[in-house]
Structure formats: C-alpha cells, structure tokens
C-alpha cells in the first residue's frame, strides 16, 4: 500500500478496481481547509485520462508494471499476433486496443508490451522508426520549401504528410509518437 506522498509521475496505481498510470500530481495547502493531492491518471485499458483529488492520508495498491519485448509475427483478422522475444511464446492483441500504431507497424518489427498481472495492457512501437515511401506525387529539384507537405503512402499502406522533396522508395525516418516525418534517411 501506498499512501498520496509516495505519489511519482508513471507510477500505475489501482482506484476502484481499475488500473491508472499517474501522469501528472500536485500536493495542494489551501489557507484554509485541509490539503489534498491533485492528480491527473490515464487509465491502462482505456487510455482515457481524468481528473481526481484524493486526501492526503488515502492508500492504494500500487500496480507492477512489466515491461517486455515482442516482435510483430502477423494478424489474421481482428488479432495481431506477436512472439515473446524471451520465452518465444505466441501472444495475441486485438486490433481495436493497437489504436494509431496500427498503420506503422511493419513485419519482423521489435515493440514494448506494458503488462500487469500478465495482461497487456498496451503495446507501444520504438519512438523512432524508418519506412519506405511506396507512393507519392514526384518532387522536383530544388523544391526545398520549408513549410511546403505532400501525402505520401508508407510501406505499411499508412499516409503521412512529407517535404515536397521527398520521392517514391525513399526511406524516412518517423516520429511514432505523432505519426510525423523526421527526416530522409
């Protein structure tokens, strides 16, 4: 058990049976009344965040989070399958919680599982990662343009938005926390 006070920034807790990282807290003395801690918590099988105060002398149970790397095998249907790059076990995740990592996830590719109580709880993808353009309208030399962005259709079917200089089979790097192009590779 652990009490308000203990409180750090990633740590997962559990609040009426459901399991919460705590993203953000703040320990608040009022003038007047008693203090409270102010939190903001991303709930692990959602992904919704909310607001909520506790007192400060509340305890919880504190969530063991493991972190674990799987490699991306195939997906059949609704169900992405991965293999456990420790055990080589087979572990299976539907296609609903994967959300915006789906159009960037690519064969063979290593990701990090976030497990608690060996449940997935969510699979995130390297912060970094680099594709093939397969499709996208020619660039022309000299068209340097800063702020200028084309579509352009990845390896993976996915589409983001690319400098004007950038052609068809060249390799990009990619930002996959916002799905945006870094860099050519």
């Known amino acids: 058990m652990i009490s308000t006070n203990q409180f750090k920034s990633g740590m997962a807790i559990i609040v009426d049976g459901e399991i919460f990282q705590i993203v953000e807290y ?3 003395k009022p003038g007047k009344g008693g203090a409270f801690v102010r939190t903001k918590l991303k709930n692990l099988r959602t ?4 607001d909520k105060t506790f007192r400060p002398d509340e305890k919880f149970t504190e969530a063991f989070i ?3 790397k799987l490699q991306y095998l195939y997906n059949s249907q609704n169900t ?30 290593i990701v990090v599982a976030i497990y608690c ?3 997935i709880l969510e699979i995130n993808l390297p912060m970094f990662i680099e594709l093939e353009i397969k499709a996208t309208e020619p660039g022309f030399k000299g068209d340097t343009a800063k702020n200028s962005f ?8 996915a589409t983001i938005q690319v400098p004007l200089f950038v052609n068809e089979n060249d390799k ?3 930002d996959t926390r916002t799905c945006s192009y870094v860099e050519r590779v």
């Not at 992904?47 to 909310?50: F, H, N, W």
């Not at 992405?80 to 063979?108: C, P, R």
């Not at 084309?150 to 079917?157: D, V």
């Open 80 to 109: 992405y399958h991965f293999m456990d790059q420790e055990t080589y076990d087979e572990v299976s995740f539907d296609k609903d919680k994967l959300g915006a990592i789906l159009g960037l996830l690519k064969d063979n590719m």
């Open 66 to 68: 493991e972190e674990k």
């Open 150 to 157: 084309k579509p352009a259709t990845l390896e993976t079917g």
């Open 26 to 28: 703040q320990h608040v």
């Open 172 to 174: 990009i790097k990619i």
């Open 47 to 50: 992904y919704k965040t909310l």
């Open 117 to 119: 109580k060996n449940e």
